[in-house]
Structures are given as structure tokens and as C-alpha cells.
């Protein structure tokens, strides 16, 4: 819709893009504030709003009510792995739910959205049995197979989108210079893939990073929990340490944010793809 | 298209699955069999220590039909999923209009909605419960600095209204991923169809409806599909923000399952509302999917 | 197009690089597991080895063959300074220990009976475990008996009151040790008392008395009587407004009389409370923590709560009272005691079997824990009370003022947790209150639900 509207048309999208801004940055300044005030001034009652003392050593000495390095570490350990072996494992598939037939494919199809239906909160005591059976209990491996595989409907149903958009004759003309059909898929689908991947890859790893129910029951060593576990130390038996949690989030949802800056231009072309054509 | 694949003979036609193999692993491994082991376990009696003492029974739902607050946990979840994801599509075709359009803060506008995305559920359920608080809320605080409010109001103080606020948290959660998958979808509808439209004296509604919402219906199509699943299956804002309180009046299937095995301790149970879960979203799916078919062929 | 690709890969292997930078283990923990383990483990014996050398040969020589005698301890986070506390506890005991090794694993309160009851579903359980009750494992017979694997010495030092509470109704055994103890009583705000120029209540009327005065000094700003009737602490209800008027969870025998009489009025007197406009708005959503809060913020004046509390807001002063009572039914007060238990479970819960040396390194370890020199400090940090005899002498002489609570807490009464299906009850008894606060149901209804669901 490039055409020009009235000036009305045009102070509309103003004001409804500065609504959604300040709809969405409020928590985070809650947030921001919330996590450099001490504890009386969290508990007062009216709230303040803006912290009177600036506490920002809350955002040092968290460091050593908690092993967060080790968490950082295995965070992105975790999400990393389950992020490249879920596209790994969705970009054949995807390519196959595109270019070929088979007999069953409709089946197929269904079989992946009706194993999204199931949430892990409810799978929890198989899921276990079946970590246990290949010995990946506390295992950050077991975590990323398991987080991969959750992500395989997503990430197949997308890549399948964006595949089926991008012409089979390229795809021929490399076939003709004498790859195999593999080697086209390398060489010529998944550069030209690459916006749709970006956002699979985006997808898989924030749902990764941001894991919580799996890592805490089948992860027991301290050492090799997550960001989003650890977290909850600051939720106490007597009491809510609010300033520490709010630390802790901040910190936690930094490197996201910086990984989507790094590749934002590629994450609105990307979803265009999946979202036709799927 | 598929007449040269057609075509091969035997084995190759199964080359798709060899392709698969990965996912068809991954899924059948780590998904499928937790998913049977529960839908066995719906079917079992079990003990208070989870463990599965025998099958072929029916005593698991009968238990959970017969709870008086189940219908209405029913009616939550329907009324939770299905407000959602309306208004978020109502929201996000609003927002992916207003980001196809080049003005000053666009940018601005599409980097702040990728911070609900990127950050986790527990902690957006955390900090909108703090600043939701009746007593020490910033909303609060903010709306008697303002002079909007003489007196604190009491956001989640009964399950109307903090069921409300639920929607809104939810909403806030599900409008960034729908807004961009919509932006996108718009980006690919050919600028020719508007130029065209402009010649013939169209105004900005008549394009709206006559050729932005027709040519975006794949992609809503799909984000609705995607969407109710999630948020027919999201358990920890409720889980969090109200813990399902007053007596179960803001519990949705997911929150009331984990009341049910992890307060409760009766596994079974749990089990068999999952099922039934599974059940409400397998109709939901194929309804759906016959009334898209029938609009498409009509 | 390729470009982007490459710039991702690169950005997803910098990441996991720069991940992995910070310990080396990491990327072959990722990587291959099994490696990781076995050179975690091999690791182990050889430093088990080179200091169990100089250790007395009998206890040192059959585990160097075998490997160290590994005991998992899941236990409950009471705040963020209990892990490291408790590490510090078990690193010394292996130190003194070099054959015994702990696998300690701190978790939260919210999430804590659901990776447990995962894992005891699966045989996955740990040896101890502190964050739920013995009556949910006892059907399937997953539990040791105390006695049967701790020493005497210990079995005698708890305090007789938590031991009697243990014995599981019907069977007469007792499967669980209190592991850390609370009482409740009633905190007053003092500056809010002496504005209004009223004495902590003693009774119900004297309650209803106090907060229509309070009420009325400051036109309804500040609540007179706090009710938490929130999902964690809803059961509390039935402690205090029905034992001080002789009802309760269970009679005399171990049956639940939910619905009883007195129940009946008790729930009735709270709704009294409530509908007067004395107490706080969301009873049922305001939890312990925020009613704490507002007693702080002198918004509230009365509340009834852990004993835990005065030291959370050192500023704030208070009267410390007695739950009041129907002196129309009762004598006088009761105080509800809460013991967090320490249960343990037997090799049909586990995969593995246990041997003798492994049960008498429980048994020892358990010996340690629980000695007044480690013990009590670990009760003061987290404003908890000791369950043991010596552990209060300690803390009478450590912290005199906390000891004071130790004879109310001997004369307490105690939530039915040995029952099977206590957290039946517990989970009905908050719905009930959640109800009759809502005005869903009558105090009648609601707790006829609650006695039908715990009957079943």
C-alpha cells in the first residue's frame, strides 16, 4: 500500500506506533527500575516510581547469589545445539514436504501438528522414561535432542513454506551441471532459503533460550542448569526477591535482543515465505 | 507438478522418507512415545507416586467429568484461546498495515515488538503481576500520580477482571510473532494490485477489504491455526499471574492439569484431562479445516 | 544470499564459542556425554583415591574398589543463601568423608514436588528428600522407616511432639523426620495498635471488637485483619478459624471432619471478617508475602503468620499474641506448628539397590546434619525453627529470643500430613475458603464438597 493517504492516514500510524511502543517498553521499565531498587523501596506501599537510590550493583553482586556464568553458559550451549540440529534435521524434511510426493504425505503432515497438540508440561514422567532408557537424564545433550524435537513441527512447517516458493528451474539448471540432488539442495535452495531459515533458526532459539519445564526436571545438577531455572532461586520460601529476579531478566533477555538487532533485516523477508505459502 | 516423480518406480517414490529420517526420528522418539505413555496412563489406574498399577479403565475421566468446576475450566480455556487469538489478529493486521507504511518511527516500532517475543513467558508473567499489583502496582501508582484514579483499583482482585487482564497479558505475548508473520505476507502482495485499484477511484477501505485481508487469507490462516495451539497449550502466565484462584475460576485445561498432578497428586487424572485437551483441539483443527475448504472451493 | 548464511553460522558458532570459552569441560559436555561422564567419574576415584589413603583402612579400602558411596539429596530452596549454606555442610562432611560423596540438588518451593514426583515415577528417586510428605509414597511402599536406618541418637532427639504428628494414621509407623519447624501466632502492628489504643485480641469478640475500631479510626485505609486464603496457604484457614473453635482437619482418631459444626462456624466467623470490610480486598489471591508486606507498610494491622516474619522487617514493631479463640467453645488458643519432613526413599523407588555401607552412610551423614553445630545455624539464616532437642539448646544459647518460640511450638498442633491424601485435603480446604470468601458457596456447601472430595 505505497500510495500517500490523507495527513489523518498518516498521524493514525503515528499515534498507533507510538501506543504499541509504550505498551510494550512499559514492562521493561518497570523492570529496569524494579531491578536497582533495594528491598525497602520494593516493598513500600504506594509503590515508587522512579527508584530513588540507583542500586546498579544489584547487577554485580547477583553474580554471586548464583552461578549465572555457568547458567549463561549452558543456556546457550543448549539453545545453540537445539537450534542447529533442529534446522538440520527440518531442512531435509522441509524440502521433502515441498518438492516431493509420496504416499502418506498428508499424513505425515498431520502427524507433525497433532504432536504440537500435546504440551511438555503434561508429557513430563514419559518424557523422563524415555531420557532415562538412552541415559540423557541431566544431560545437556538429552536437552537439546528433546528441545529439537519439539521444534520439528514448527520449524518443517516453515522451511516446507519457504522451499515451495523458490523456482524449481534453478534448482534443474544445477541438477544439469552435474550435482546431485543434494548437492543442489547445498549449493543453490539453501542460499536462496536463507530469510525463511534465519527465521526458523530465531524461532528454535528463543523457544530454546527460554526453556523451563524440561531443563528443570530432568537437569539435577546445579551446575548444568539454565538461565530461566536458575532464576527462581530469588523465589524464596519467605520471601520474593523481586530486584534480583528483575536483574536476572534483564540479563537473560540481553542476548536475544542482540541477536535479533545482528540479523533483524533478514527476519520480516524471511517470514514472508512461510507465511503464504504455507 | 508431479508427473516425473509420479512416474519412478518402487523405491524411489520412498525417497522422501529417507529425507525425513532426522525429523521422523527426532518426533517419533522424544514426542510420540511421551505422548502414548500419557494417553496409556489416561487409561490406567495410578498411584498418588505416579506409578501405573493397571490398565483398562475409564475411572480417570469419569473423575474428571464428574468435577463441578471442569465445565468451567472448559469454558476458560475456549473463551482464553478464542479471545486471544481474535484480537490479536485484529491488533497485529492493524500493526503490519501500519509497518508496511515508511514513516519516522516504523523502525522503532518493529525492534520494540521484538522484546515480548525474545523474552520468556515466566518473567513477562512476573513483571505484569508486579505492576498489576492492587497494593504496590506501578499501574497503580501511575494512574493516582496522573489523577486518572482517586483510589488503587483492583486489577486482579476478583476473577472477571483478572481473568481480563489474563487476555491482555496473553495478547501482549501473541501480537509480535502474528504482526511480523502478517507483515511479511504483506510485503509479498504486488504493489501493481494497489496502483491499479487507485486508477479505478478506490479509497483505503475498498482496498483493505477488497485486496489486502482476500490476498493475506493464507497467511491469517495459518497464524490462527499455530496460535490457538500455543495458546490453548500456554500454562505459565495463568500458571503464574493468578495461579488459577479464586477456586479455579481462572484455570484454564493446562493450569488445572498441573493442579491436578503436582497439588493434588493424582496422575491419572491428569492424564485424562490432557486427553481431553487433545481432543477439544482435534476438533477445533478439523472444523476449521473444513470451513477453510468449503470458503476456498465455494 | 549466501552471504547471510555464512553471517549466521558464523554468529551461531561465535556464540557457542564464546559460550564454551568459560569452561573448558562444556563443549564435550554438549558434545558427548558419555565422555563427559566417565572422565567426570574417573576424576573422582582418582582424587578419592589419593586421599583416601591416609583415612582408616576399613571404611577406606572396599570403597576405592567400588567407587565413592554416592548419596542424592534433593531439598528445598528457603532462600537464596540455602544452597550455598548446605553445600558448605556436605563438602565438609565429604572432606571428613572422603569415601561418601553428596549429590546435592536445591530446588525451589513451586517446583520441587513436580521434579521429584517425575523422577519417583520413573524408580528415578532420591535417597533424601525434603520438600514433600511421606503419605503420598507410602501406598506404593516407597519409604524407609527412620528408625530403621537412623541412629538412635538421632530418633531420640527429636522433639516427641513432631514424632507423634509423624505416626501415619491406621498404620502406626512413622515414615518421615522433621527436617526444619515454624510456628504461627498472631503479629500486631504496634504503631497501629497504640494509634488506635488497642491490645492485641484474644478472642473472636475481642477480634471483631478491635477491627470495627480500627476500622472506624481510619475510615476503612487500613485493614484491621489479615486473610490469606491464597493457593499455597489456603489450607491455613481451617488452622486458624476452626481449631480455635475445636474443629479441624481430623478428630481425635485421624478421620476428617471437615464439615463439622464447628468447622462450620469458623469459616462463618471469617467470612464474618471479610464481609465487614475489616480485612484485606483479595483474600484470595493476596498471599503470606503480601500481607507481610502491608503489616510492614502499616497497612495492616493484624496478621497471622510464620514466625519467620519479624525478622524479614526488623524495623517494623510488633505484638506477638496467640490465635484467638471462640471462648464460647474453647479455652484457650492453638497454635498451628508446620514441619517441613525429610523422607527416604527404598530401593523399590530406585533403579539401584542399597547397600549396608550406603545405608549407614545416611545414617551418618543424617547424624551430621543434624548436629546443633550445624544444624541450628542453618535454622537462624532462614528464620526457621530447630526440630531437635540439642538443636534447640543451641539455639536458646545463639539466639534467645527466636528459643522463646520453641515452647510454643512444643505445645502446637499440627496440619494431618501423615494422612495419605493430605494434599487432597490441603488443595479442598483452600477451594473452600476461596469459595465461601467469593461467596460461591456457604461455608456449609463449601466444606461438604471439601469432606465429599477427601471421603473419596
Given amino acids: 500500500m505505497n500510495v500517500n493517504y490523507s495527513k489523518w492516514f498518516r498521524a493514525a500510524l503515528y499515534i498507533i506506533a507510538a501506543i504499541t511502543c509504550l505498551i510494550i517498553l512499559y514492562p521493561y521499565v518497570v523492570m529496569f527500575f524494579s531491578s536497582v531498587k533495594g528491598m525497602d523501596e520494593i516493598y513500600r506501599i504506594p509503590g515508587t516510581l522512579l527508584p530513588e537510590k540507583w542500586n546498579l550493583s544489584n547487577y554485580l553482586t547477583v553474580w554471586k547469589h548464583i552461578p549465572l556464568g555457568y547458567y549463561f553458559r549452558n543456556s546457550a550451549i543448549v539453545a545453540c545445539g537445539a537450534t542447529a540440529l533442529s534446522i538440520t534435521c527440518a531442512i531435509p524434511t522441509g524440502y521433502a514436504l515441498a518438492r516431493m510426493n509420496f504416499p502418506g504425505k498428508k499424513g505425515f503432515m498431520q502427524f507433525i501438528i497433532i504432536t504440537q497438540m500435546f504440551a511438555p508440561v503434561v508429557l513430563l514422567v514419559g518424557i523422563y522414561k524415555i531420557m532415562m532408557t538412552f541415559h540423557l537424564t541431566n544431560s545437556l545433550f538429552g536437552l537439546i535432542l528433546l528441545i529439537a524435537a519439539f521444534n520439528q513441527a514448527f520449524s518443517s512447517w516453515l522451511l516446507s513454506g519457504t522451499f515451495a516458493t523458490i523456482s524449481r528451474e534453478l534448482e534443474e539448471a544445477a541438477t544439469i551441471d552435474g550435482c546431485t540432488r543434494l548437492q543442489a539442495v547445498i549449493r543453490v535452495i539453501i542460499p536462496l532459503a536463507a530469510p525463511g531459515i534465519v527465521t526458523a533458526v530465531i524461532h528454535a532459539f528463543i523457544g530454546a533460550w527460554n526453556e523451563y519445564t524440561l531443563t528443570l526436571v530432568l537437569i539435577s545438577d546445579t551446575y548444568k542448569k539454565s538461565l530461566n531455572v536458575g532464576i527462581r532461586a530469588f523465589f524464596g520460601y519467605t520471601n520474593v526477591e523481586w530486584w534480583y529476579v528483575f536483574t536476572c531478566s534483564l540479563l537473560t533477555t540481553l542476548p536475544i535482543l542482540l541477536l535479533f538487532q545482528a540479523i533483524d533485516k533478514y527476519i520480516v523477508g524471511g517470514l514472508t515465505a512461510g507465511g503464504v505459502k504455507g | 507438478m508431479d508427473a516425473r516423480i509420479r512416474k519412478k518406480p518402487g523405491i524411489a517414490r520412498f525417497e522422501a522418507y529417507l529425507w525425513m529420517l532426522p525429523t521422523l526420528t527426532l518426533v517419533s522418539v522424544f514426542v510420540l512415545f511421551p505422548v502414548l505413555e500419557s494417553v496409556y496412563m489416561s487409561f490406567s489406574k495410578v498411584s498418588k507416586a505416579g506409578i501405573i498399577k493397571s490398565f483398562g479403565t475409564l475411572d480417570n475421566f469419569r473423575y474428571v467429568l464428574k468435577q463441578p468446576v471442569f465445565p468451567r475450566v472448559i469454558v476458560n480455556t475456549v473463551v482464553w484461546t478464542v479471545l486471544i487469538v481474535l484480537i490479536s489478529i485484529v491488533i497485529s493486521i492493524t500493526l503490519a498495515i501500519v509497518l508496511n507504511e515508511r514513516f519516522h518511527l516504523r523502525r522503532i516500532t518493529r525492534t520494540m515488538l521484538l522484546f515480548p517475543w525474545a523474552t520468556s513467558g515466566f518473567i513477562t508473567a512476573c513483571v505484569w503481576k508486579y505492576a498489576l499489583d492492587y497494593q504496590y502496582g506501578s499501574v497503580n501508582a501511575l494512574l493516582i500520580r496522573s489523577g486518572l484514579v482517586k483510589k488503587n483499583i483492583n486489577f486482579l482482585g476478583n476473577a472477571d477482571s483478572a481473568f481480563a487482564w489474563l487476555i491482555f497479558v496473553g495478547v501482549f505475548v501473541t501480537v509480535p510473532f502474528m504482526t511480523f508473520t502478517l507483515l511479511s505476507g504483506l510485503q509479498s502482495i504486488s504493489v501493481d494490485y494497489y496502483e491499479a485499484a487507485t486508477i479505478d477511484g478506490a479509497g483505503f477501505w475498498d482496498k483493505l477489504f477488497k485486496i489486502t485481508l482476500p490476498l493475506l487469507r493464507p497467511a491469517i490462516n495459518v497464524t490462527i491455526v499455530l496460535n490457538v495451539i500455543y495458546c490453548f497449550n500456554s500454562f505459565v502466565f495463568v500458571h503464574t499471574i493468578t495461579g488459577g484462584t479464586p477456586a479455579h475460576r481462572t484455570d484454564t485445561i493446562m493450569t488445572y492439569l498441573y493442579w491436578m498432578a503436582f497439588s493434588k497428586g493424582n496422575y491419572g487424572a491428569a492424564a485424562a484431562i490432557s486427553v481431553i485437551g487433545f481432543i477439544v483441539l482435534l476438533i477445533f483443527s478439523v472444523i476449521y479445516m473444513n470451513v477453510q475448504m468449503k470458503e476456498e472451493t465455494a | ?456
Avoid at chain 3, 331 to 359: G, M, R, W, Y
Fill in chain 3, 1 to 456: 544470499m549466501k552471504k547471510t548464511l555464512a553471517l549466521l553460522l558464523a554468529l551461531i558458532m561465535a556464540l557457542s564459542l564464546a559460550a564454551c570459552g568459560g569452561a573448558p569441560a562444556a563443549s564435550s559436555e554438549a558434545g558427548n556425554e558419555p565422555a563427559a561422564e566417565s572422565q567426570q567419574e574417573s576424576k573422582e576415584e582418582s582424587k578419592e583415591e589419593s586421599s583416601a589413603q591416609p583415612a582408616s583402612s576399613e571404611e577406606a579400602e572396599p570403597a576405592a574398589e567400588e567407587g565413592p558411596i554416592e548419596i542424592n539429596f534433593v531439598a528445598a530452596q528457603y532462600s537464596d543463601a540455602t544452597e550455598a549454606y548446605m553445600r558448605k555442610v556436605v563438602e565438609a562432611y565429604e572432606k571428613e568423608h572422603p569415601n561418601v560423596k553428596i549429590n546435592l540438588e536445591v530446588i525451589g518451593w513451586d517446583s520441587i514436588s513436580t521434579t521429584v514426583n517425575t523422577r519417583v515415577a520413573n524408580k528415578q528417586a532420591p535417597d533424601l528428600y525434603n520438600g514433600g510428605s511421606a503419605g503420598e509414597y507410602i501406598e506404593d511402599d516407597f519409604l524407609y522407616k527412620p528408625e530403621d536406618i537412623l541412629s538412635d541418637e538421632l530418633i531420640a532427639d527429636f522433639y516427641p511432639t513432631f514424632w507423634k504428628n509423624n505416626i501415619v494414621p491406621g498404620l502406626g509407623e512413622v515414615y518421615q523426620i522433621p527436617y526444619v519447624a515454624s510456628v504461627r501466632a498472631l503479629y500486631c502492628n504496634k504503631k497501629i495498635m497504640d494509634e488506635v489504643g488497642v491490645k492485641p485480641p484474644k478472642t473472636w469478640d475481642e477480634v471483631r471488637d478491635v477491627c470495627a475500631k480500627i476500622h472506624d479510626f481510619y475510615n476503612g485505609d487500613v485493614y484491621a485483619w489479615g486473610i490469606d486464603a491464597s493457593s499455597t496457604e489456603g489450607q491455613t484457614t481451617v488452622a486458624y478459624y476452626c481449631w480455635s473453635n475445636g474443629g479441624g482437619y481430623v478428630d481425635a482418631d485421624g478421620n476428617y471432619i471437615l464439615n463439622c459444626p464447628a468447622n462450620v462456624e469458623g469459616f462463618t466467623y471469617m467470612k464474618e471478617l471479610y464481609d465487614n470490610g475489616w480485612t484485606n480486598e483479595n483474600p484470595t489471591s493476596e498471599t503470606r508475602d503480601d500481607l507481610q508486606k502491608l503489616v510492614a507498610a502499616d497497612k495492616l494491622a493484624m496478621l497471622v503468620t510464620a514466625c519467620f516474619f519479624p525478622a524479614l522487617y526488623p524495623d517494623t514493631e510488633l505484638y506477638i499474641s496467640d490465635i484467638p479463640y471462640n471462648d464460647k467453645t474453647q479455652s484457650s488458643s492453638s497454635t498451628l506448628a508446620v514441619q517441613d519432613a525429610l523422607i527416604f526413599f527404598n530401593e523399590n523407588a530406585k533403579a539401584t539397590t542399597d547397600s549396608p555401607e550406603k545405608l549407614a552412610a545416611i545414617a551418618d551423614f543424617c547424624d551430621y546434619f543434624y548436629a546443633p553445630e550445624n544444624y541450628t545455624p542453618f535454622m537462624i539464616q532462614e528464620g526457621l525453627l530447630p526440630a531437635t532437642i540439642s538443636g534447640a539448646e543451641k539455639l536458646a544459647q545463639d539466639d534467645p529470643e527466636k528459643a522463646a518460640y520453641m515452647s510454643v511450638l512444643e505445645g502446637g498442633k499440627f496440619y494431618a500430613r501423615s494422612k495419605p491424601n493430605w494434599k487432597d485435603c490441603s488443595t479442598s480446604c483452600a477451594d473452600a475458603a476461596q469459595n465461601v470468601l467469593t461467596g460461591m458457596q456457604t461455608p456449609q456447601e463449601a466444606l461438604d464438597e471439601a469432606q465429599a472430595v477427601v471421603q473419596e
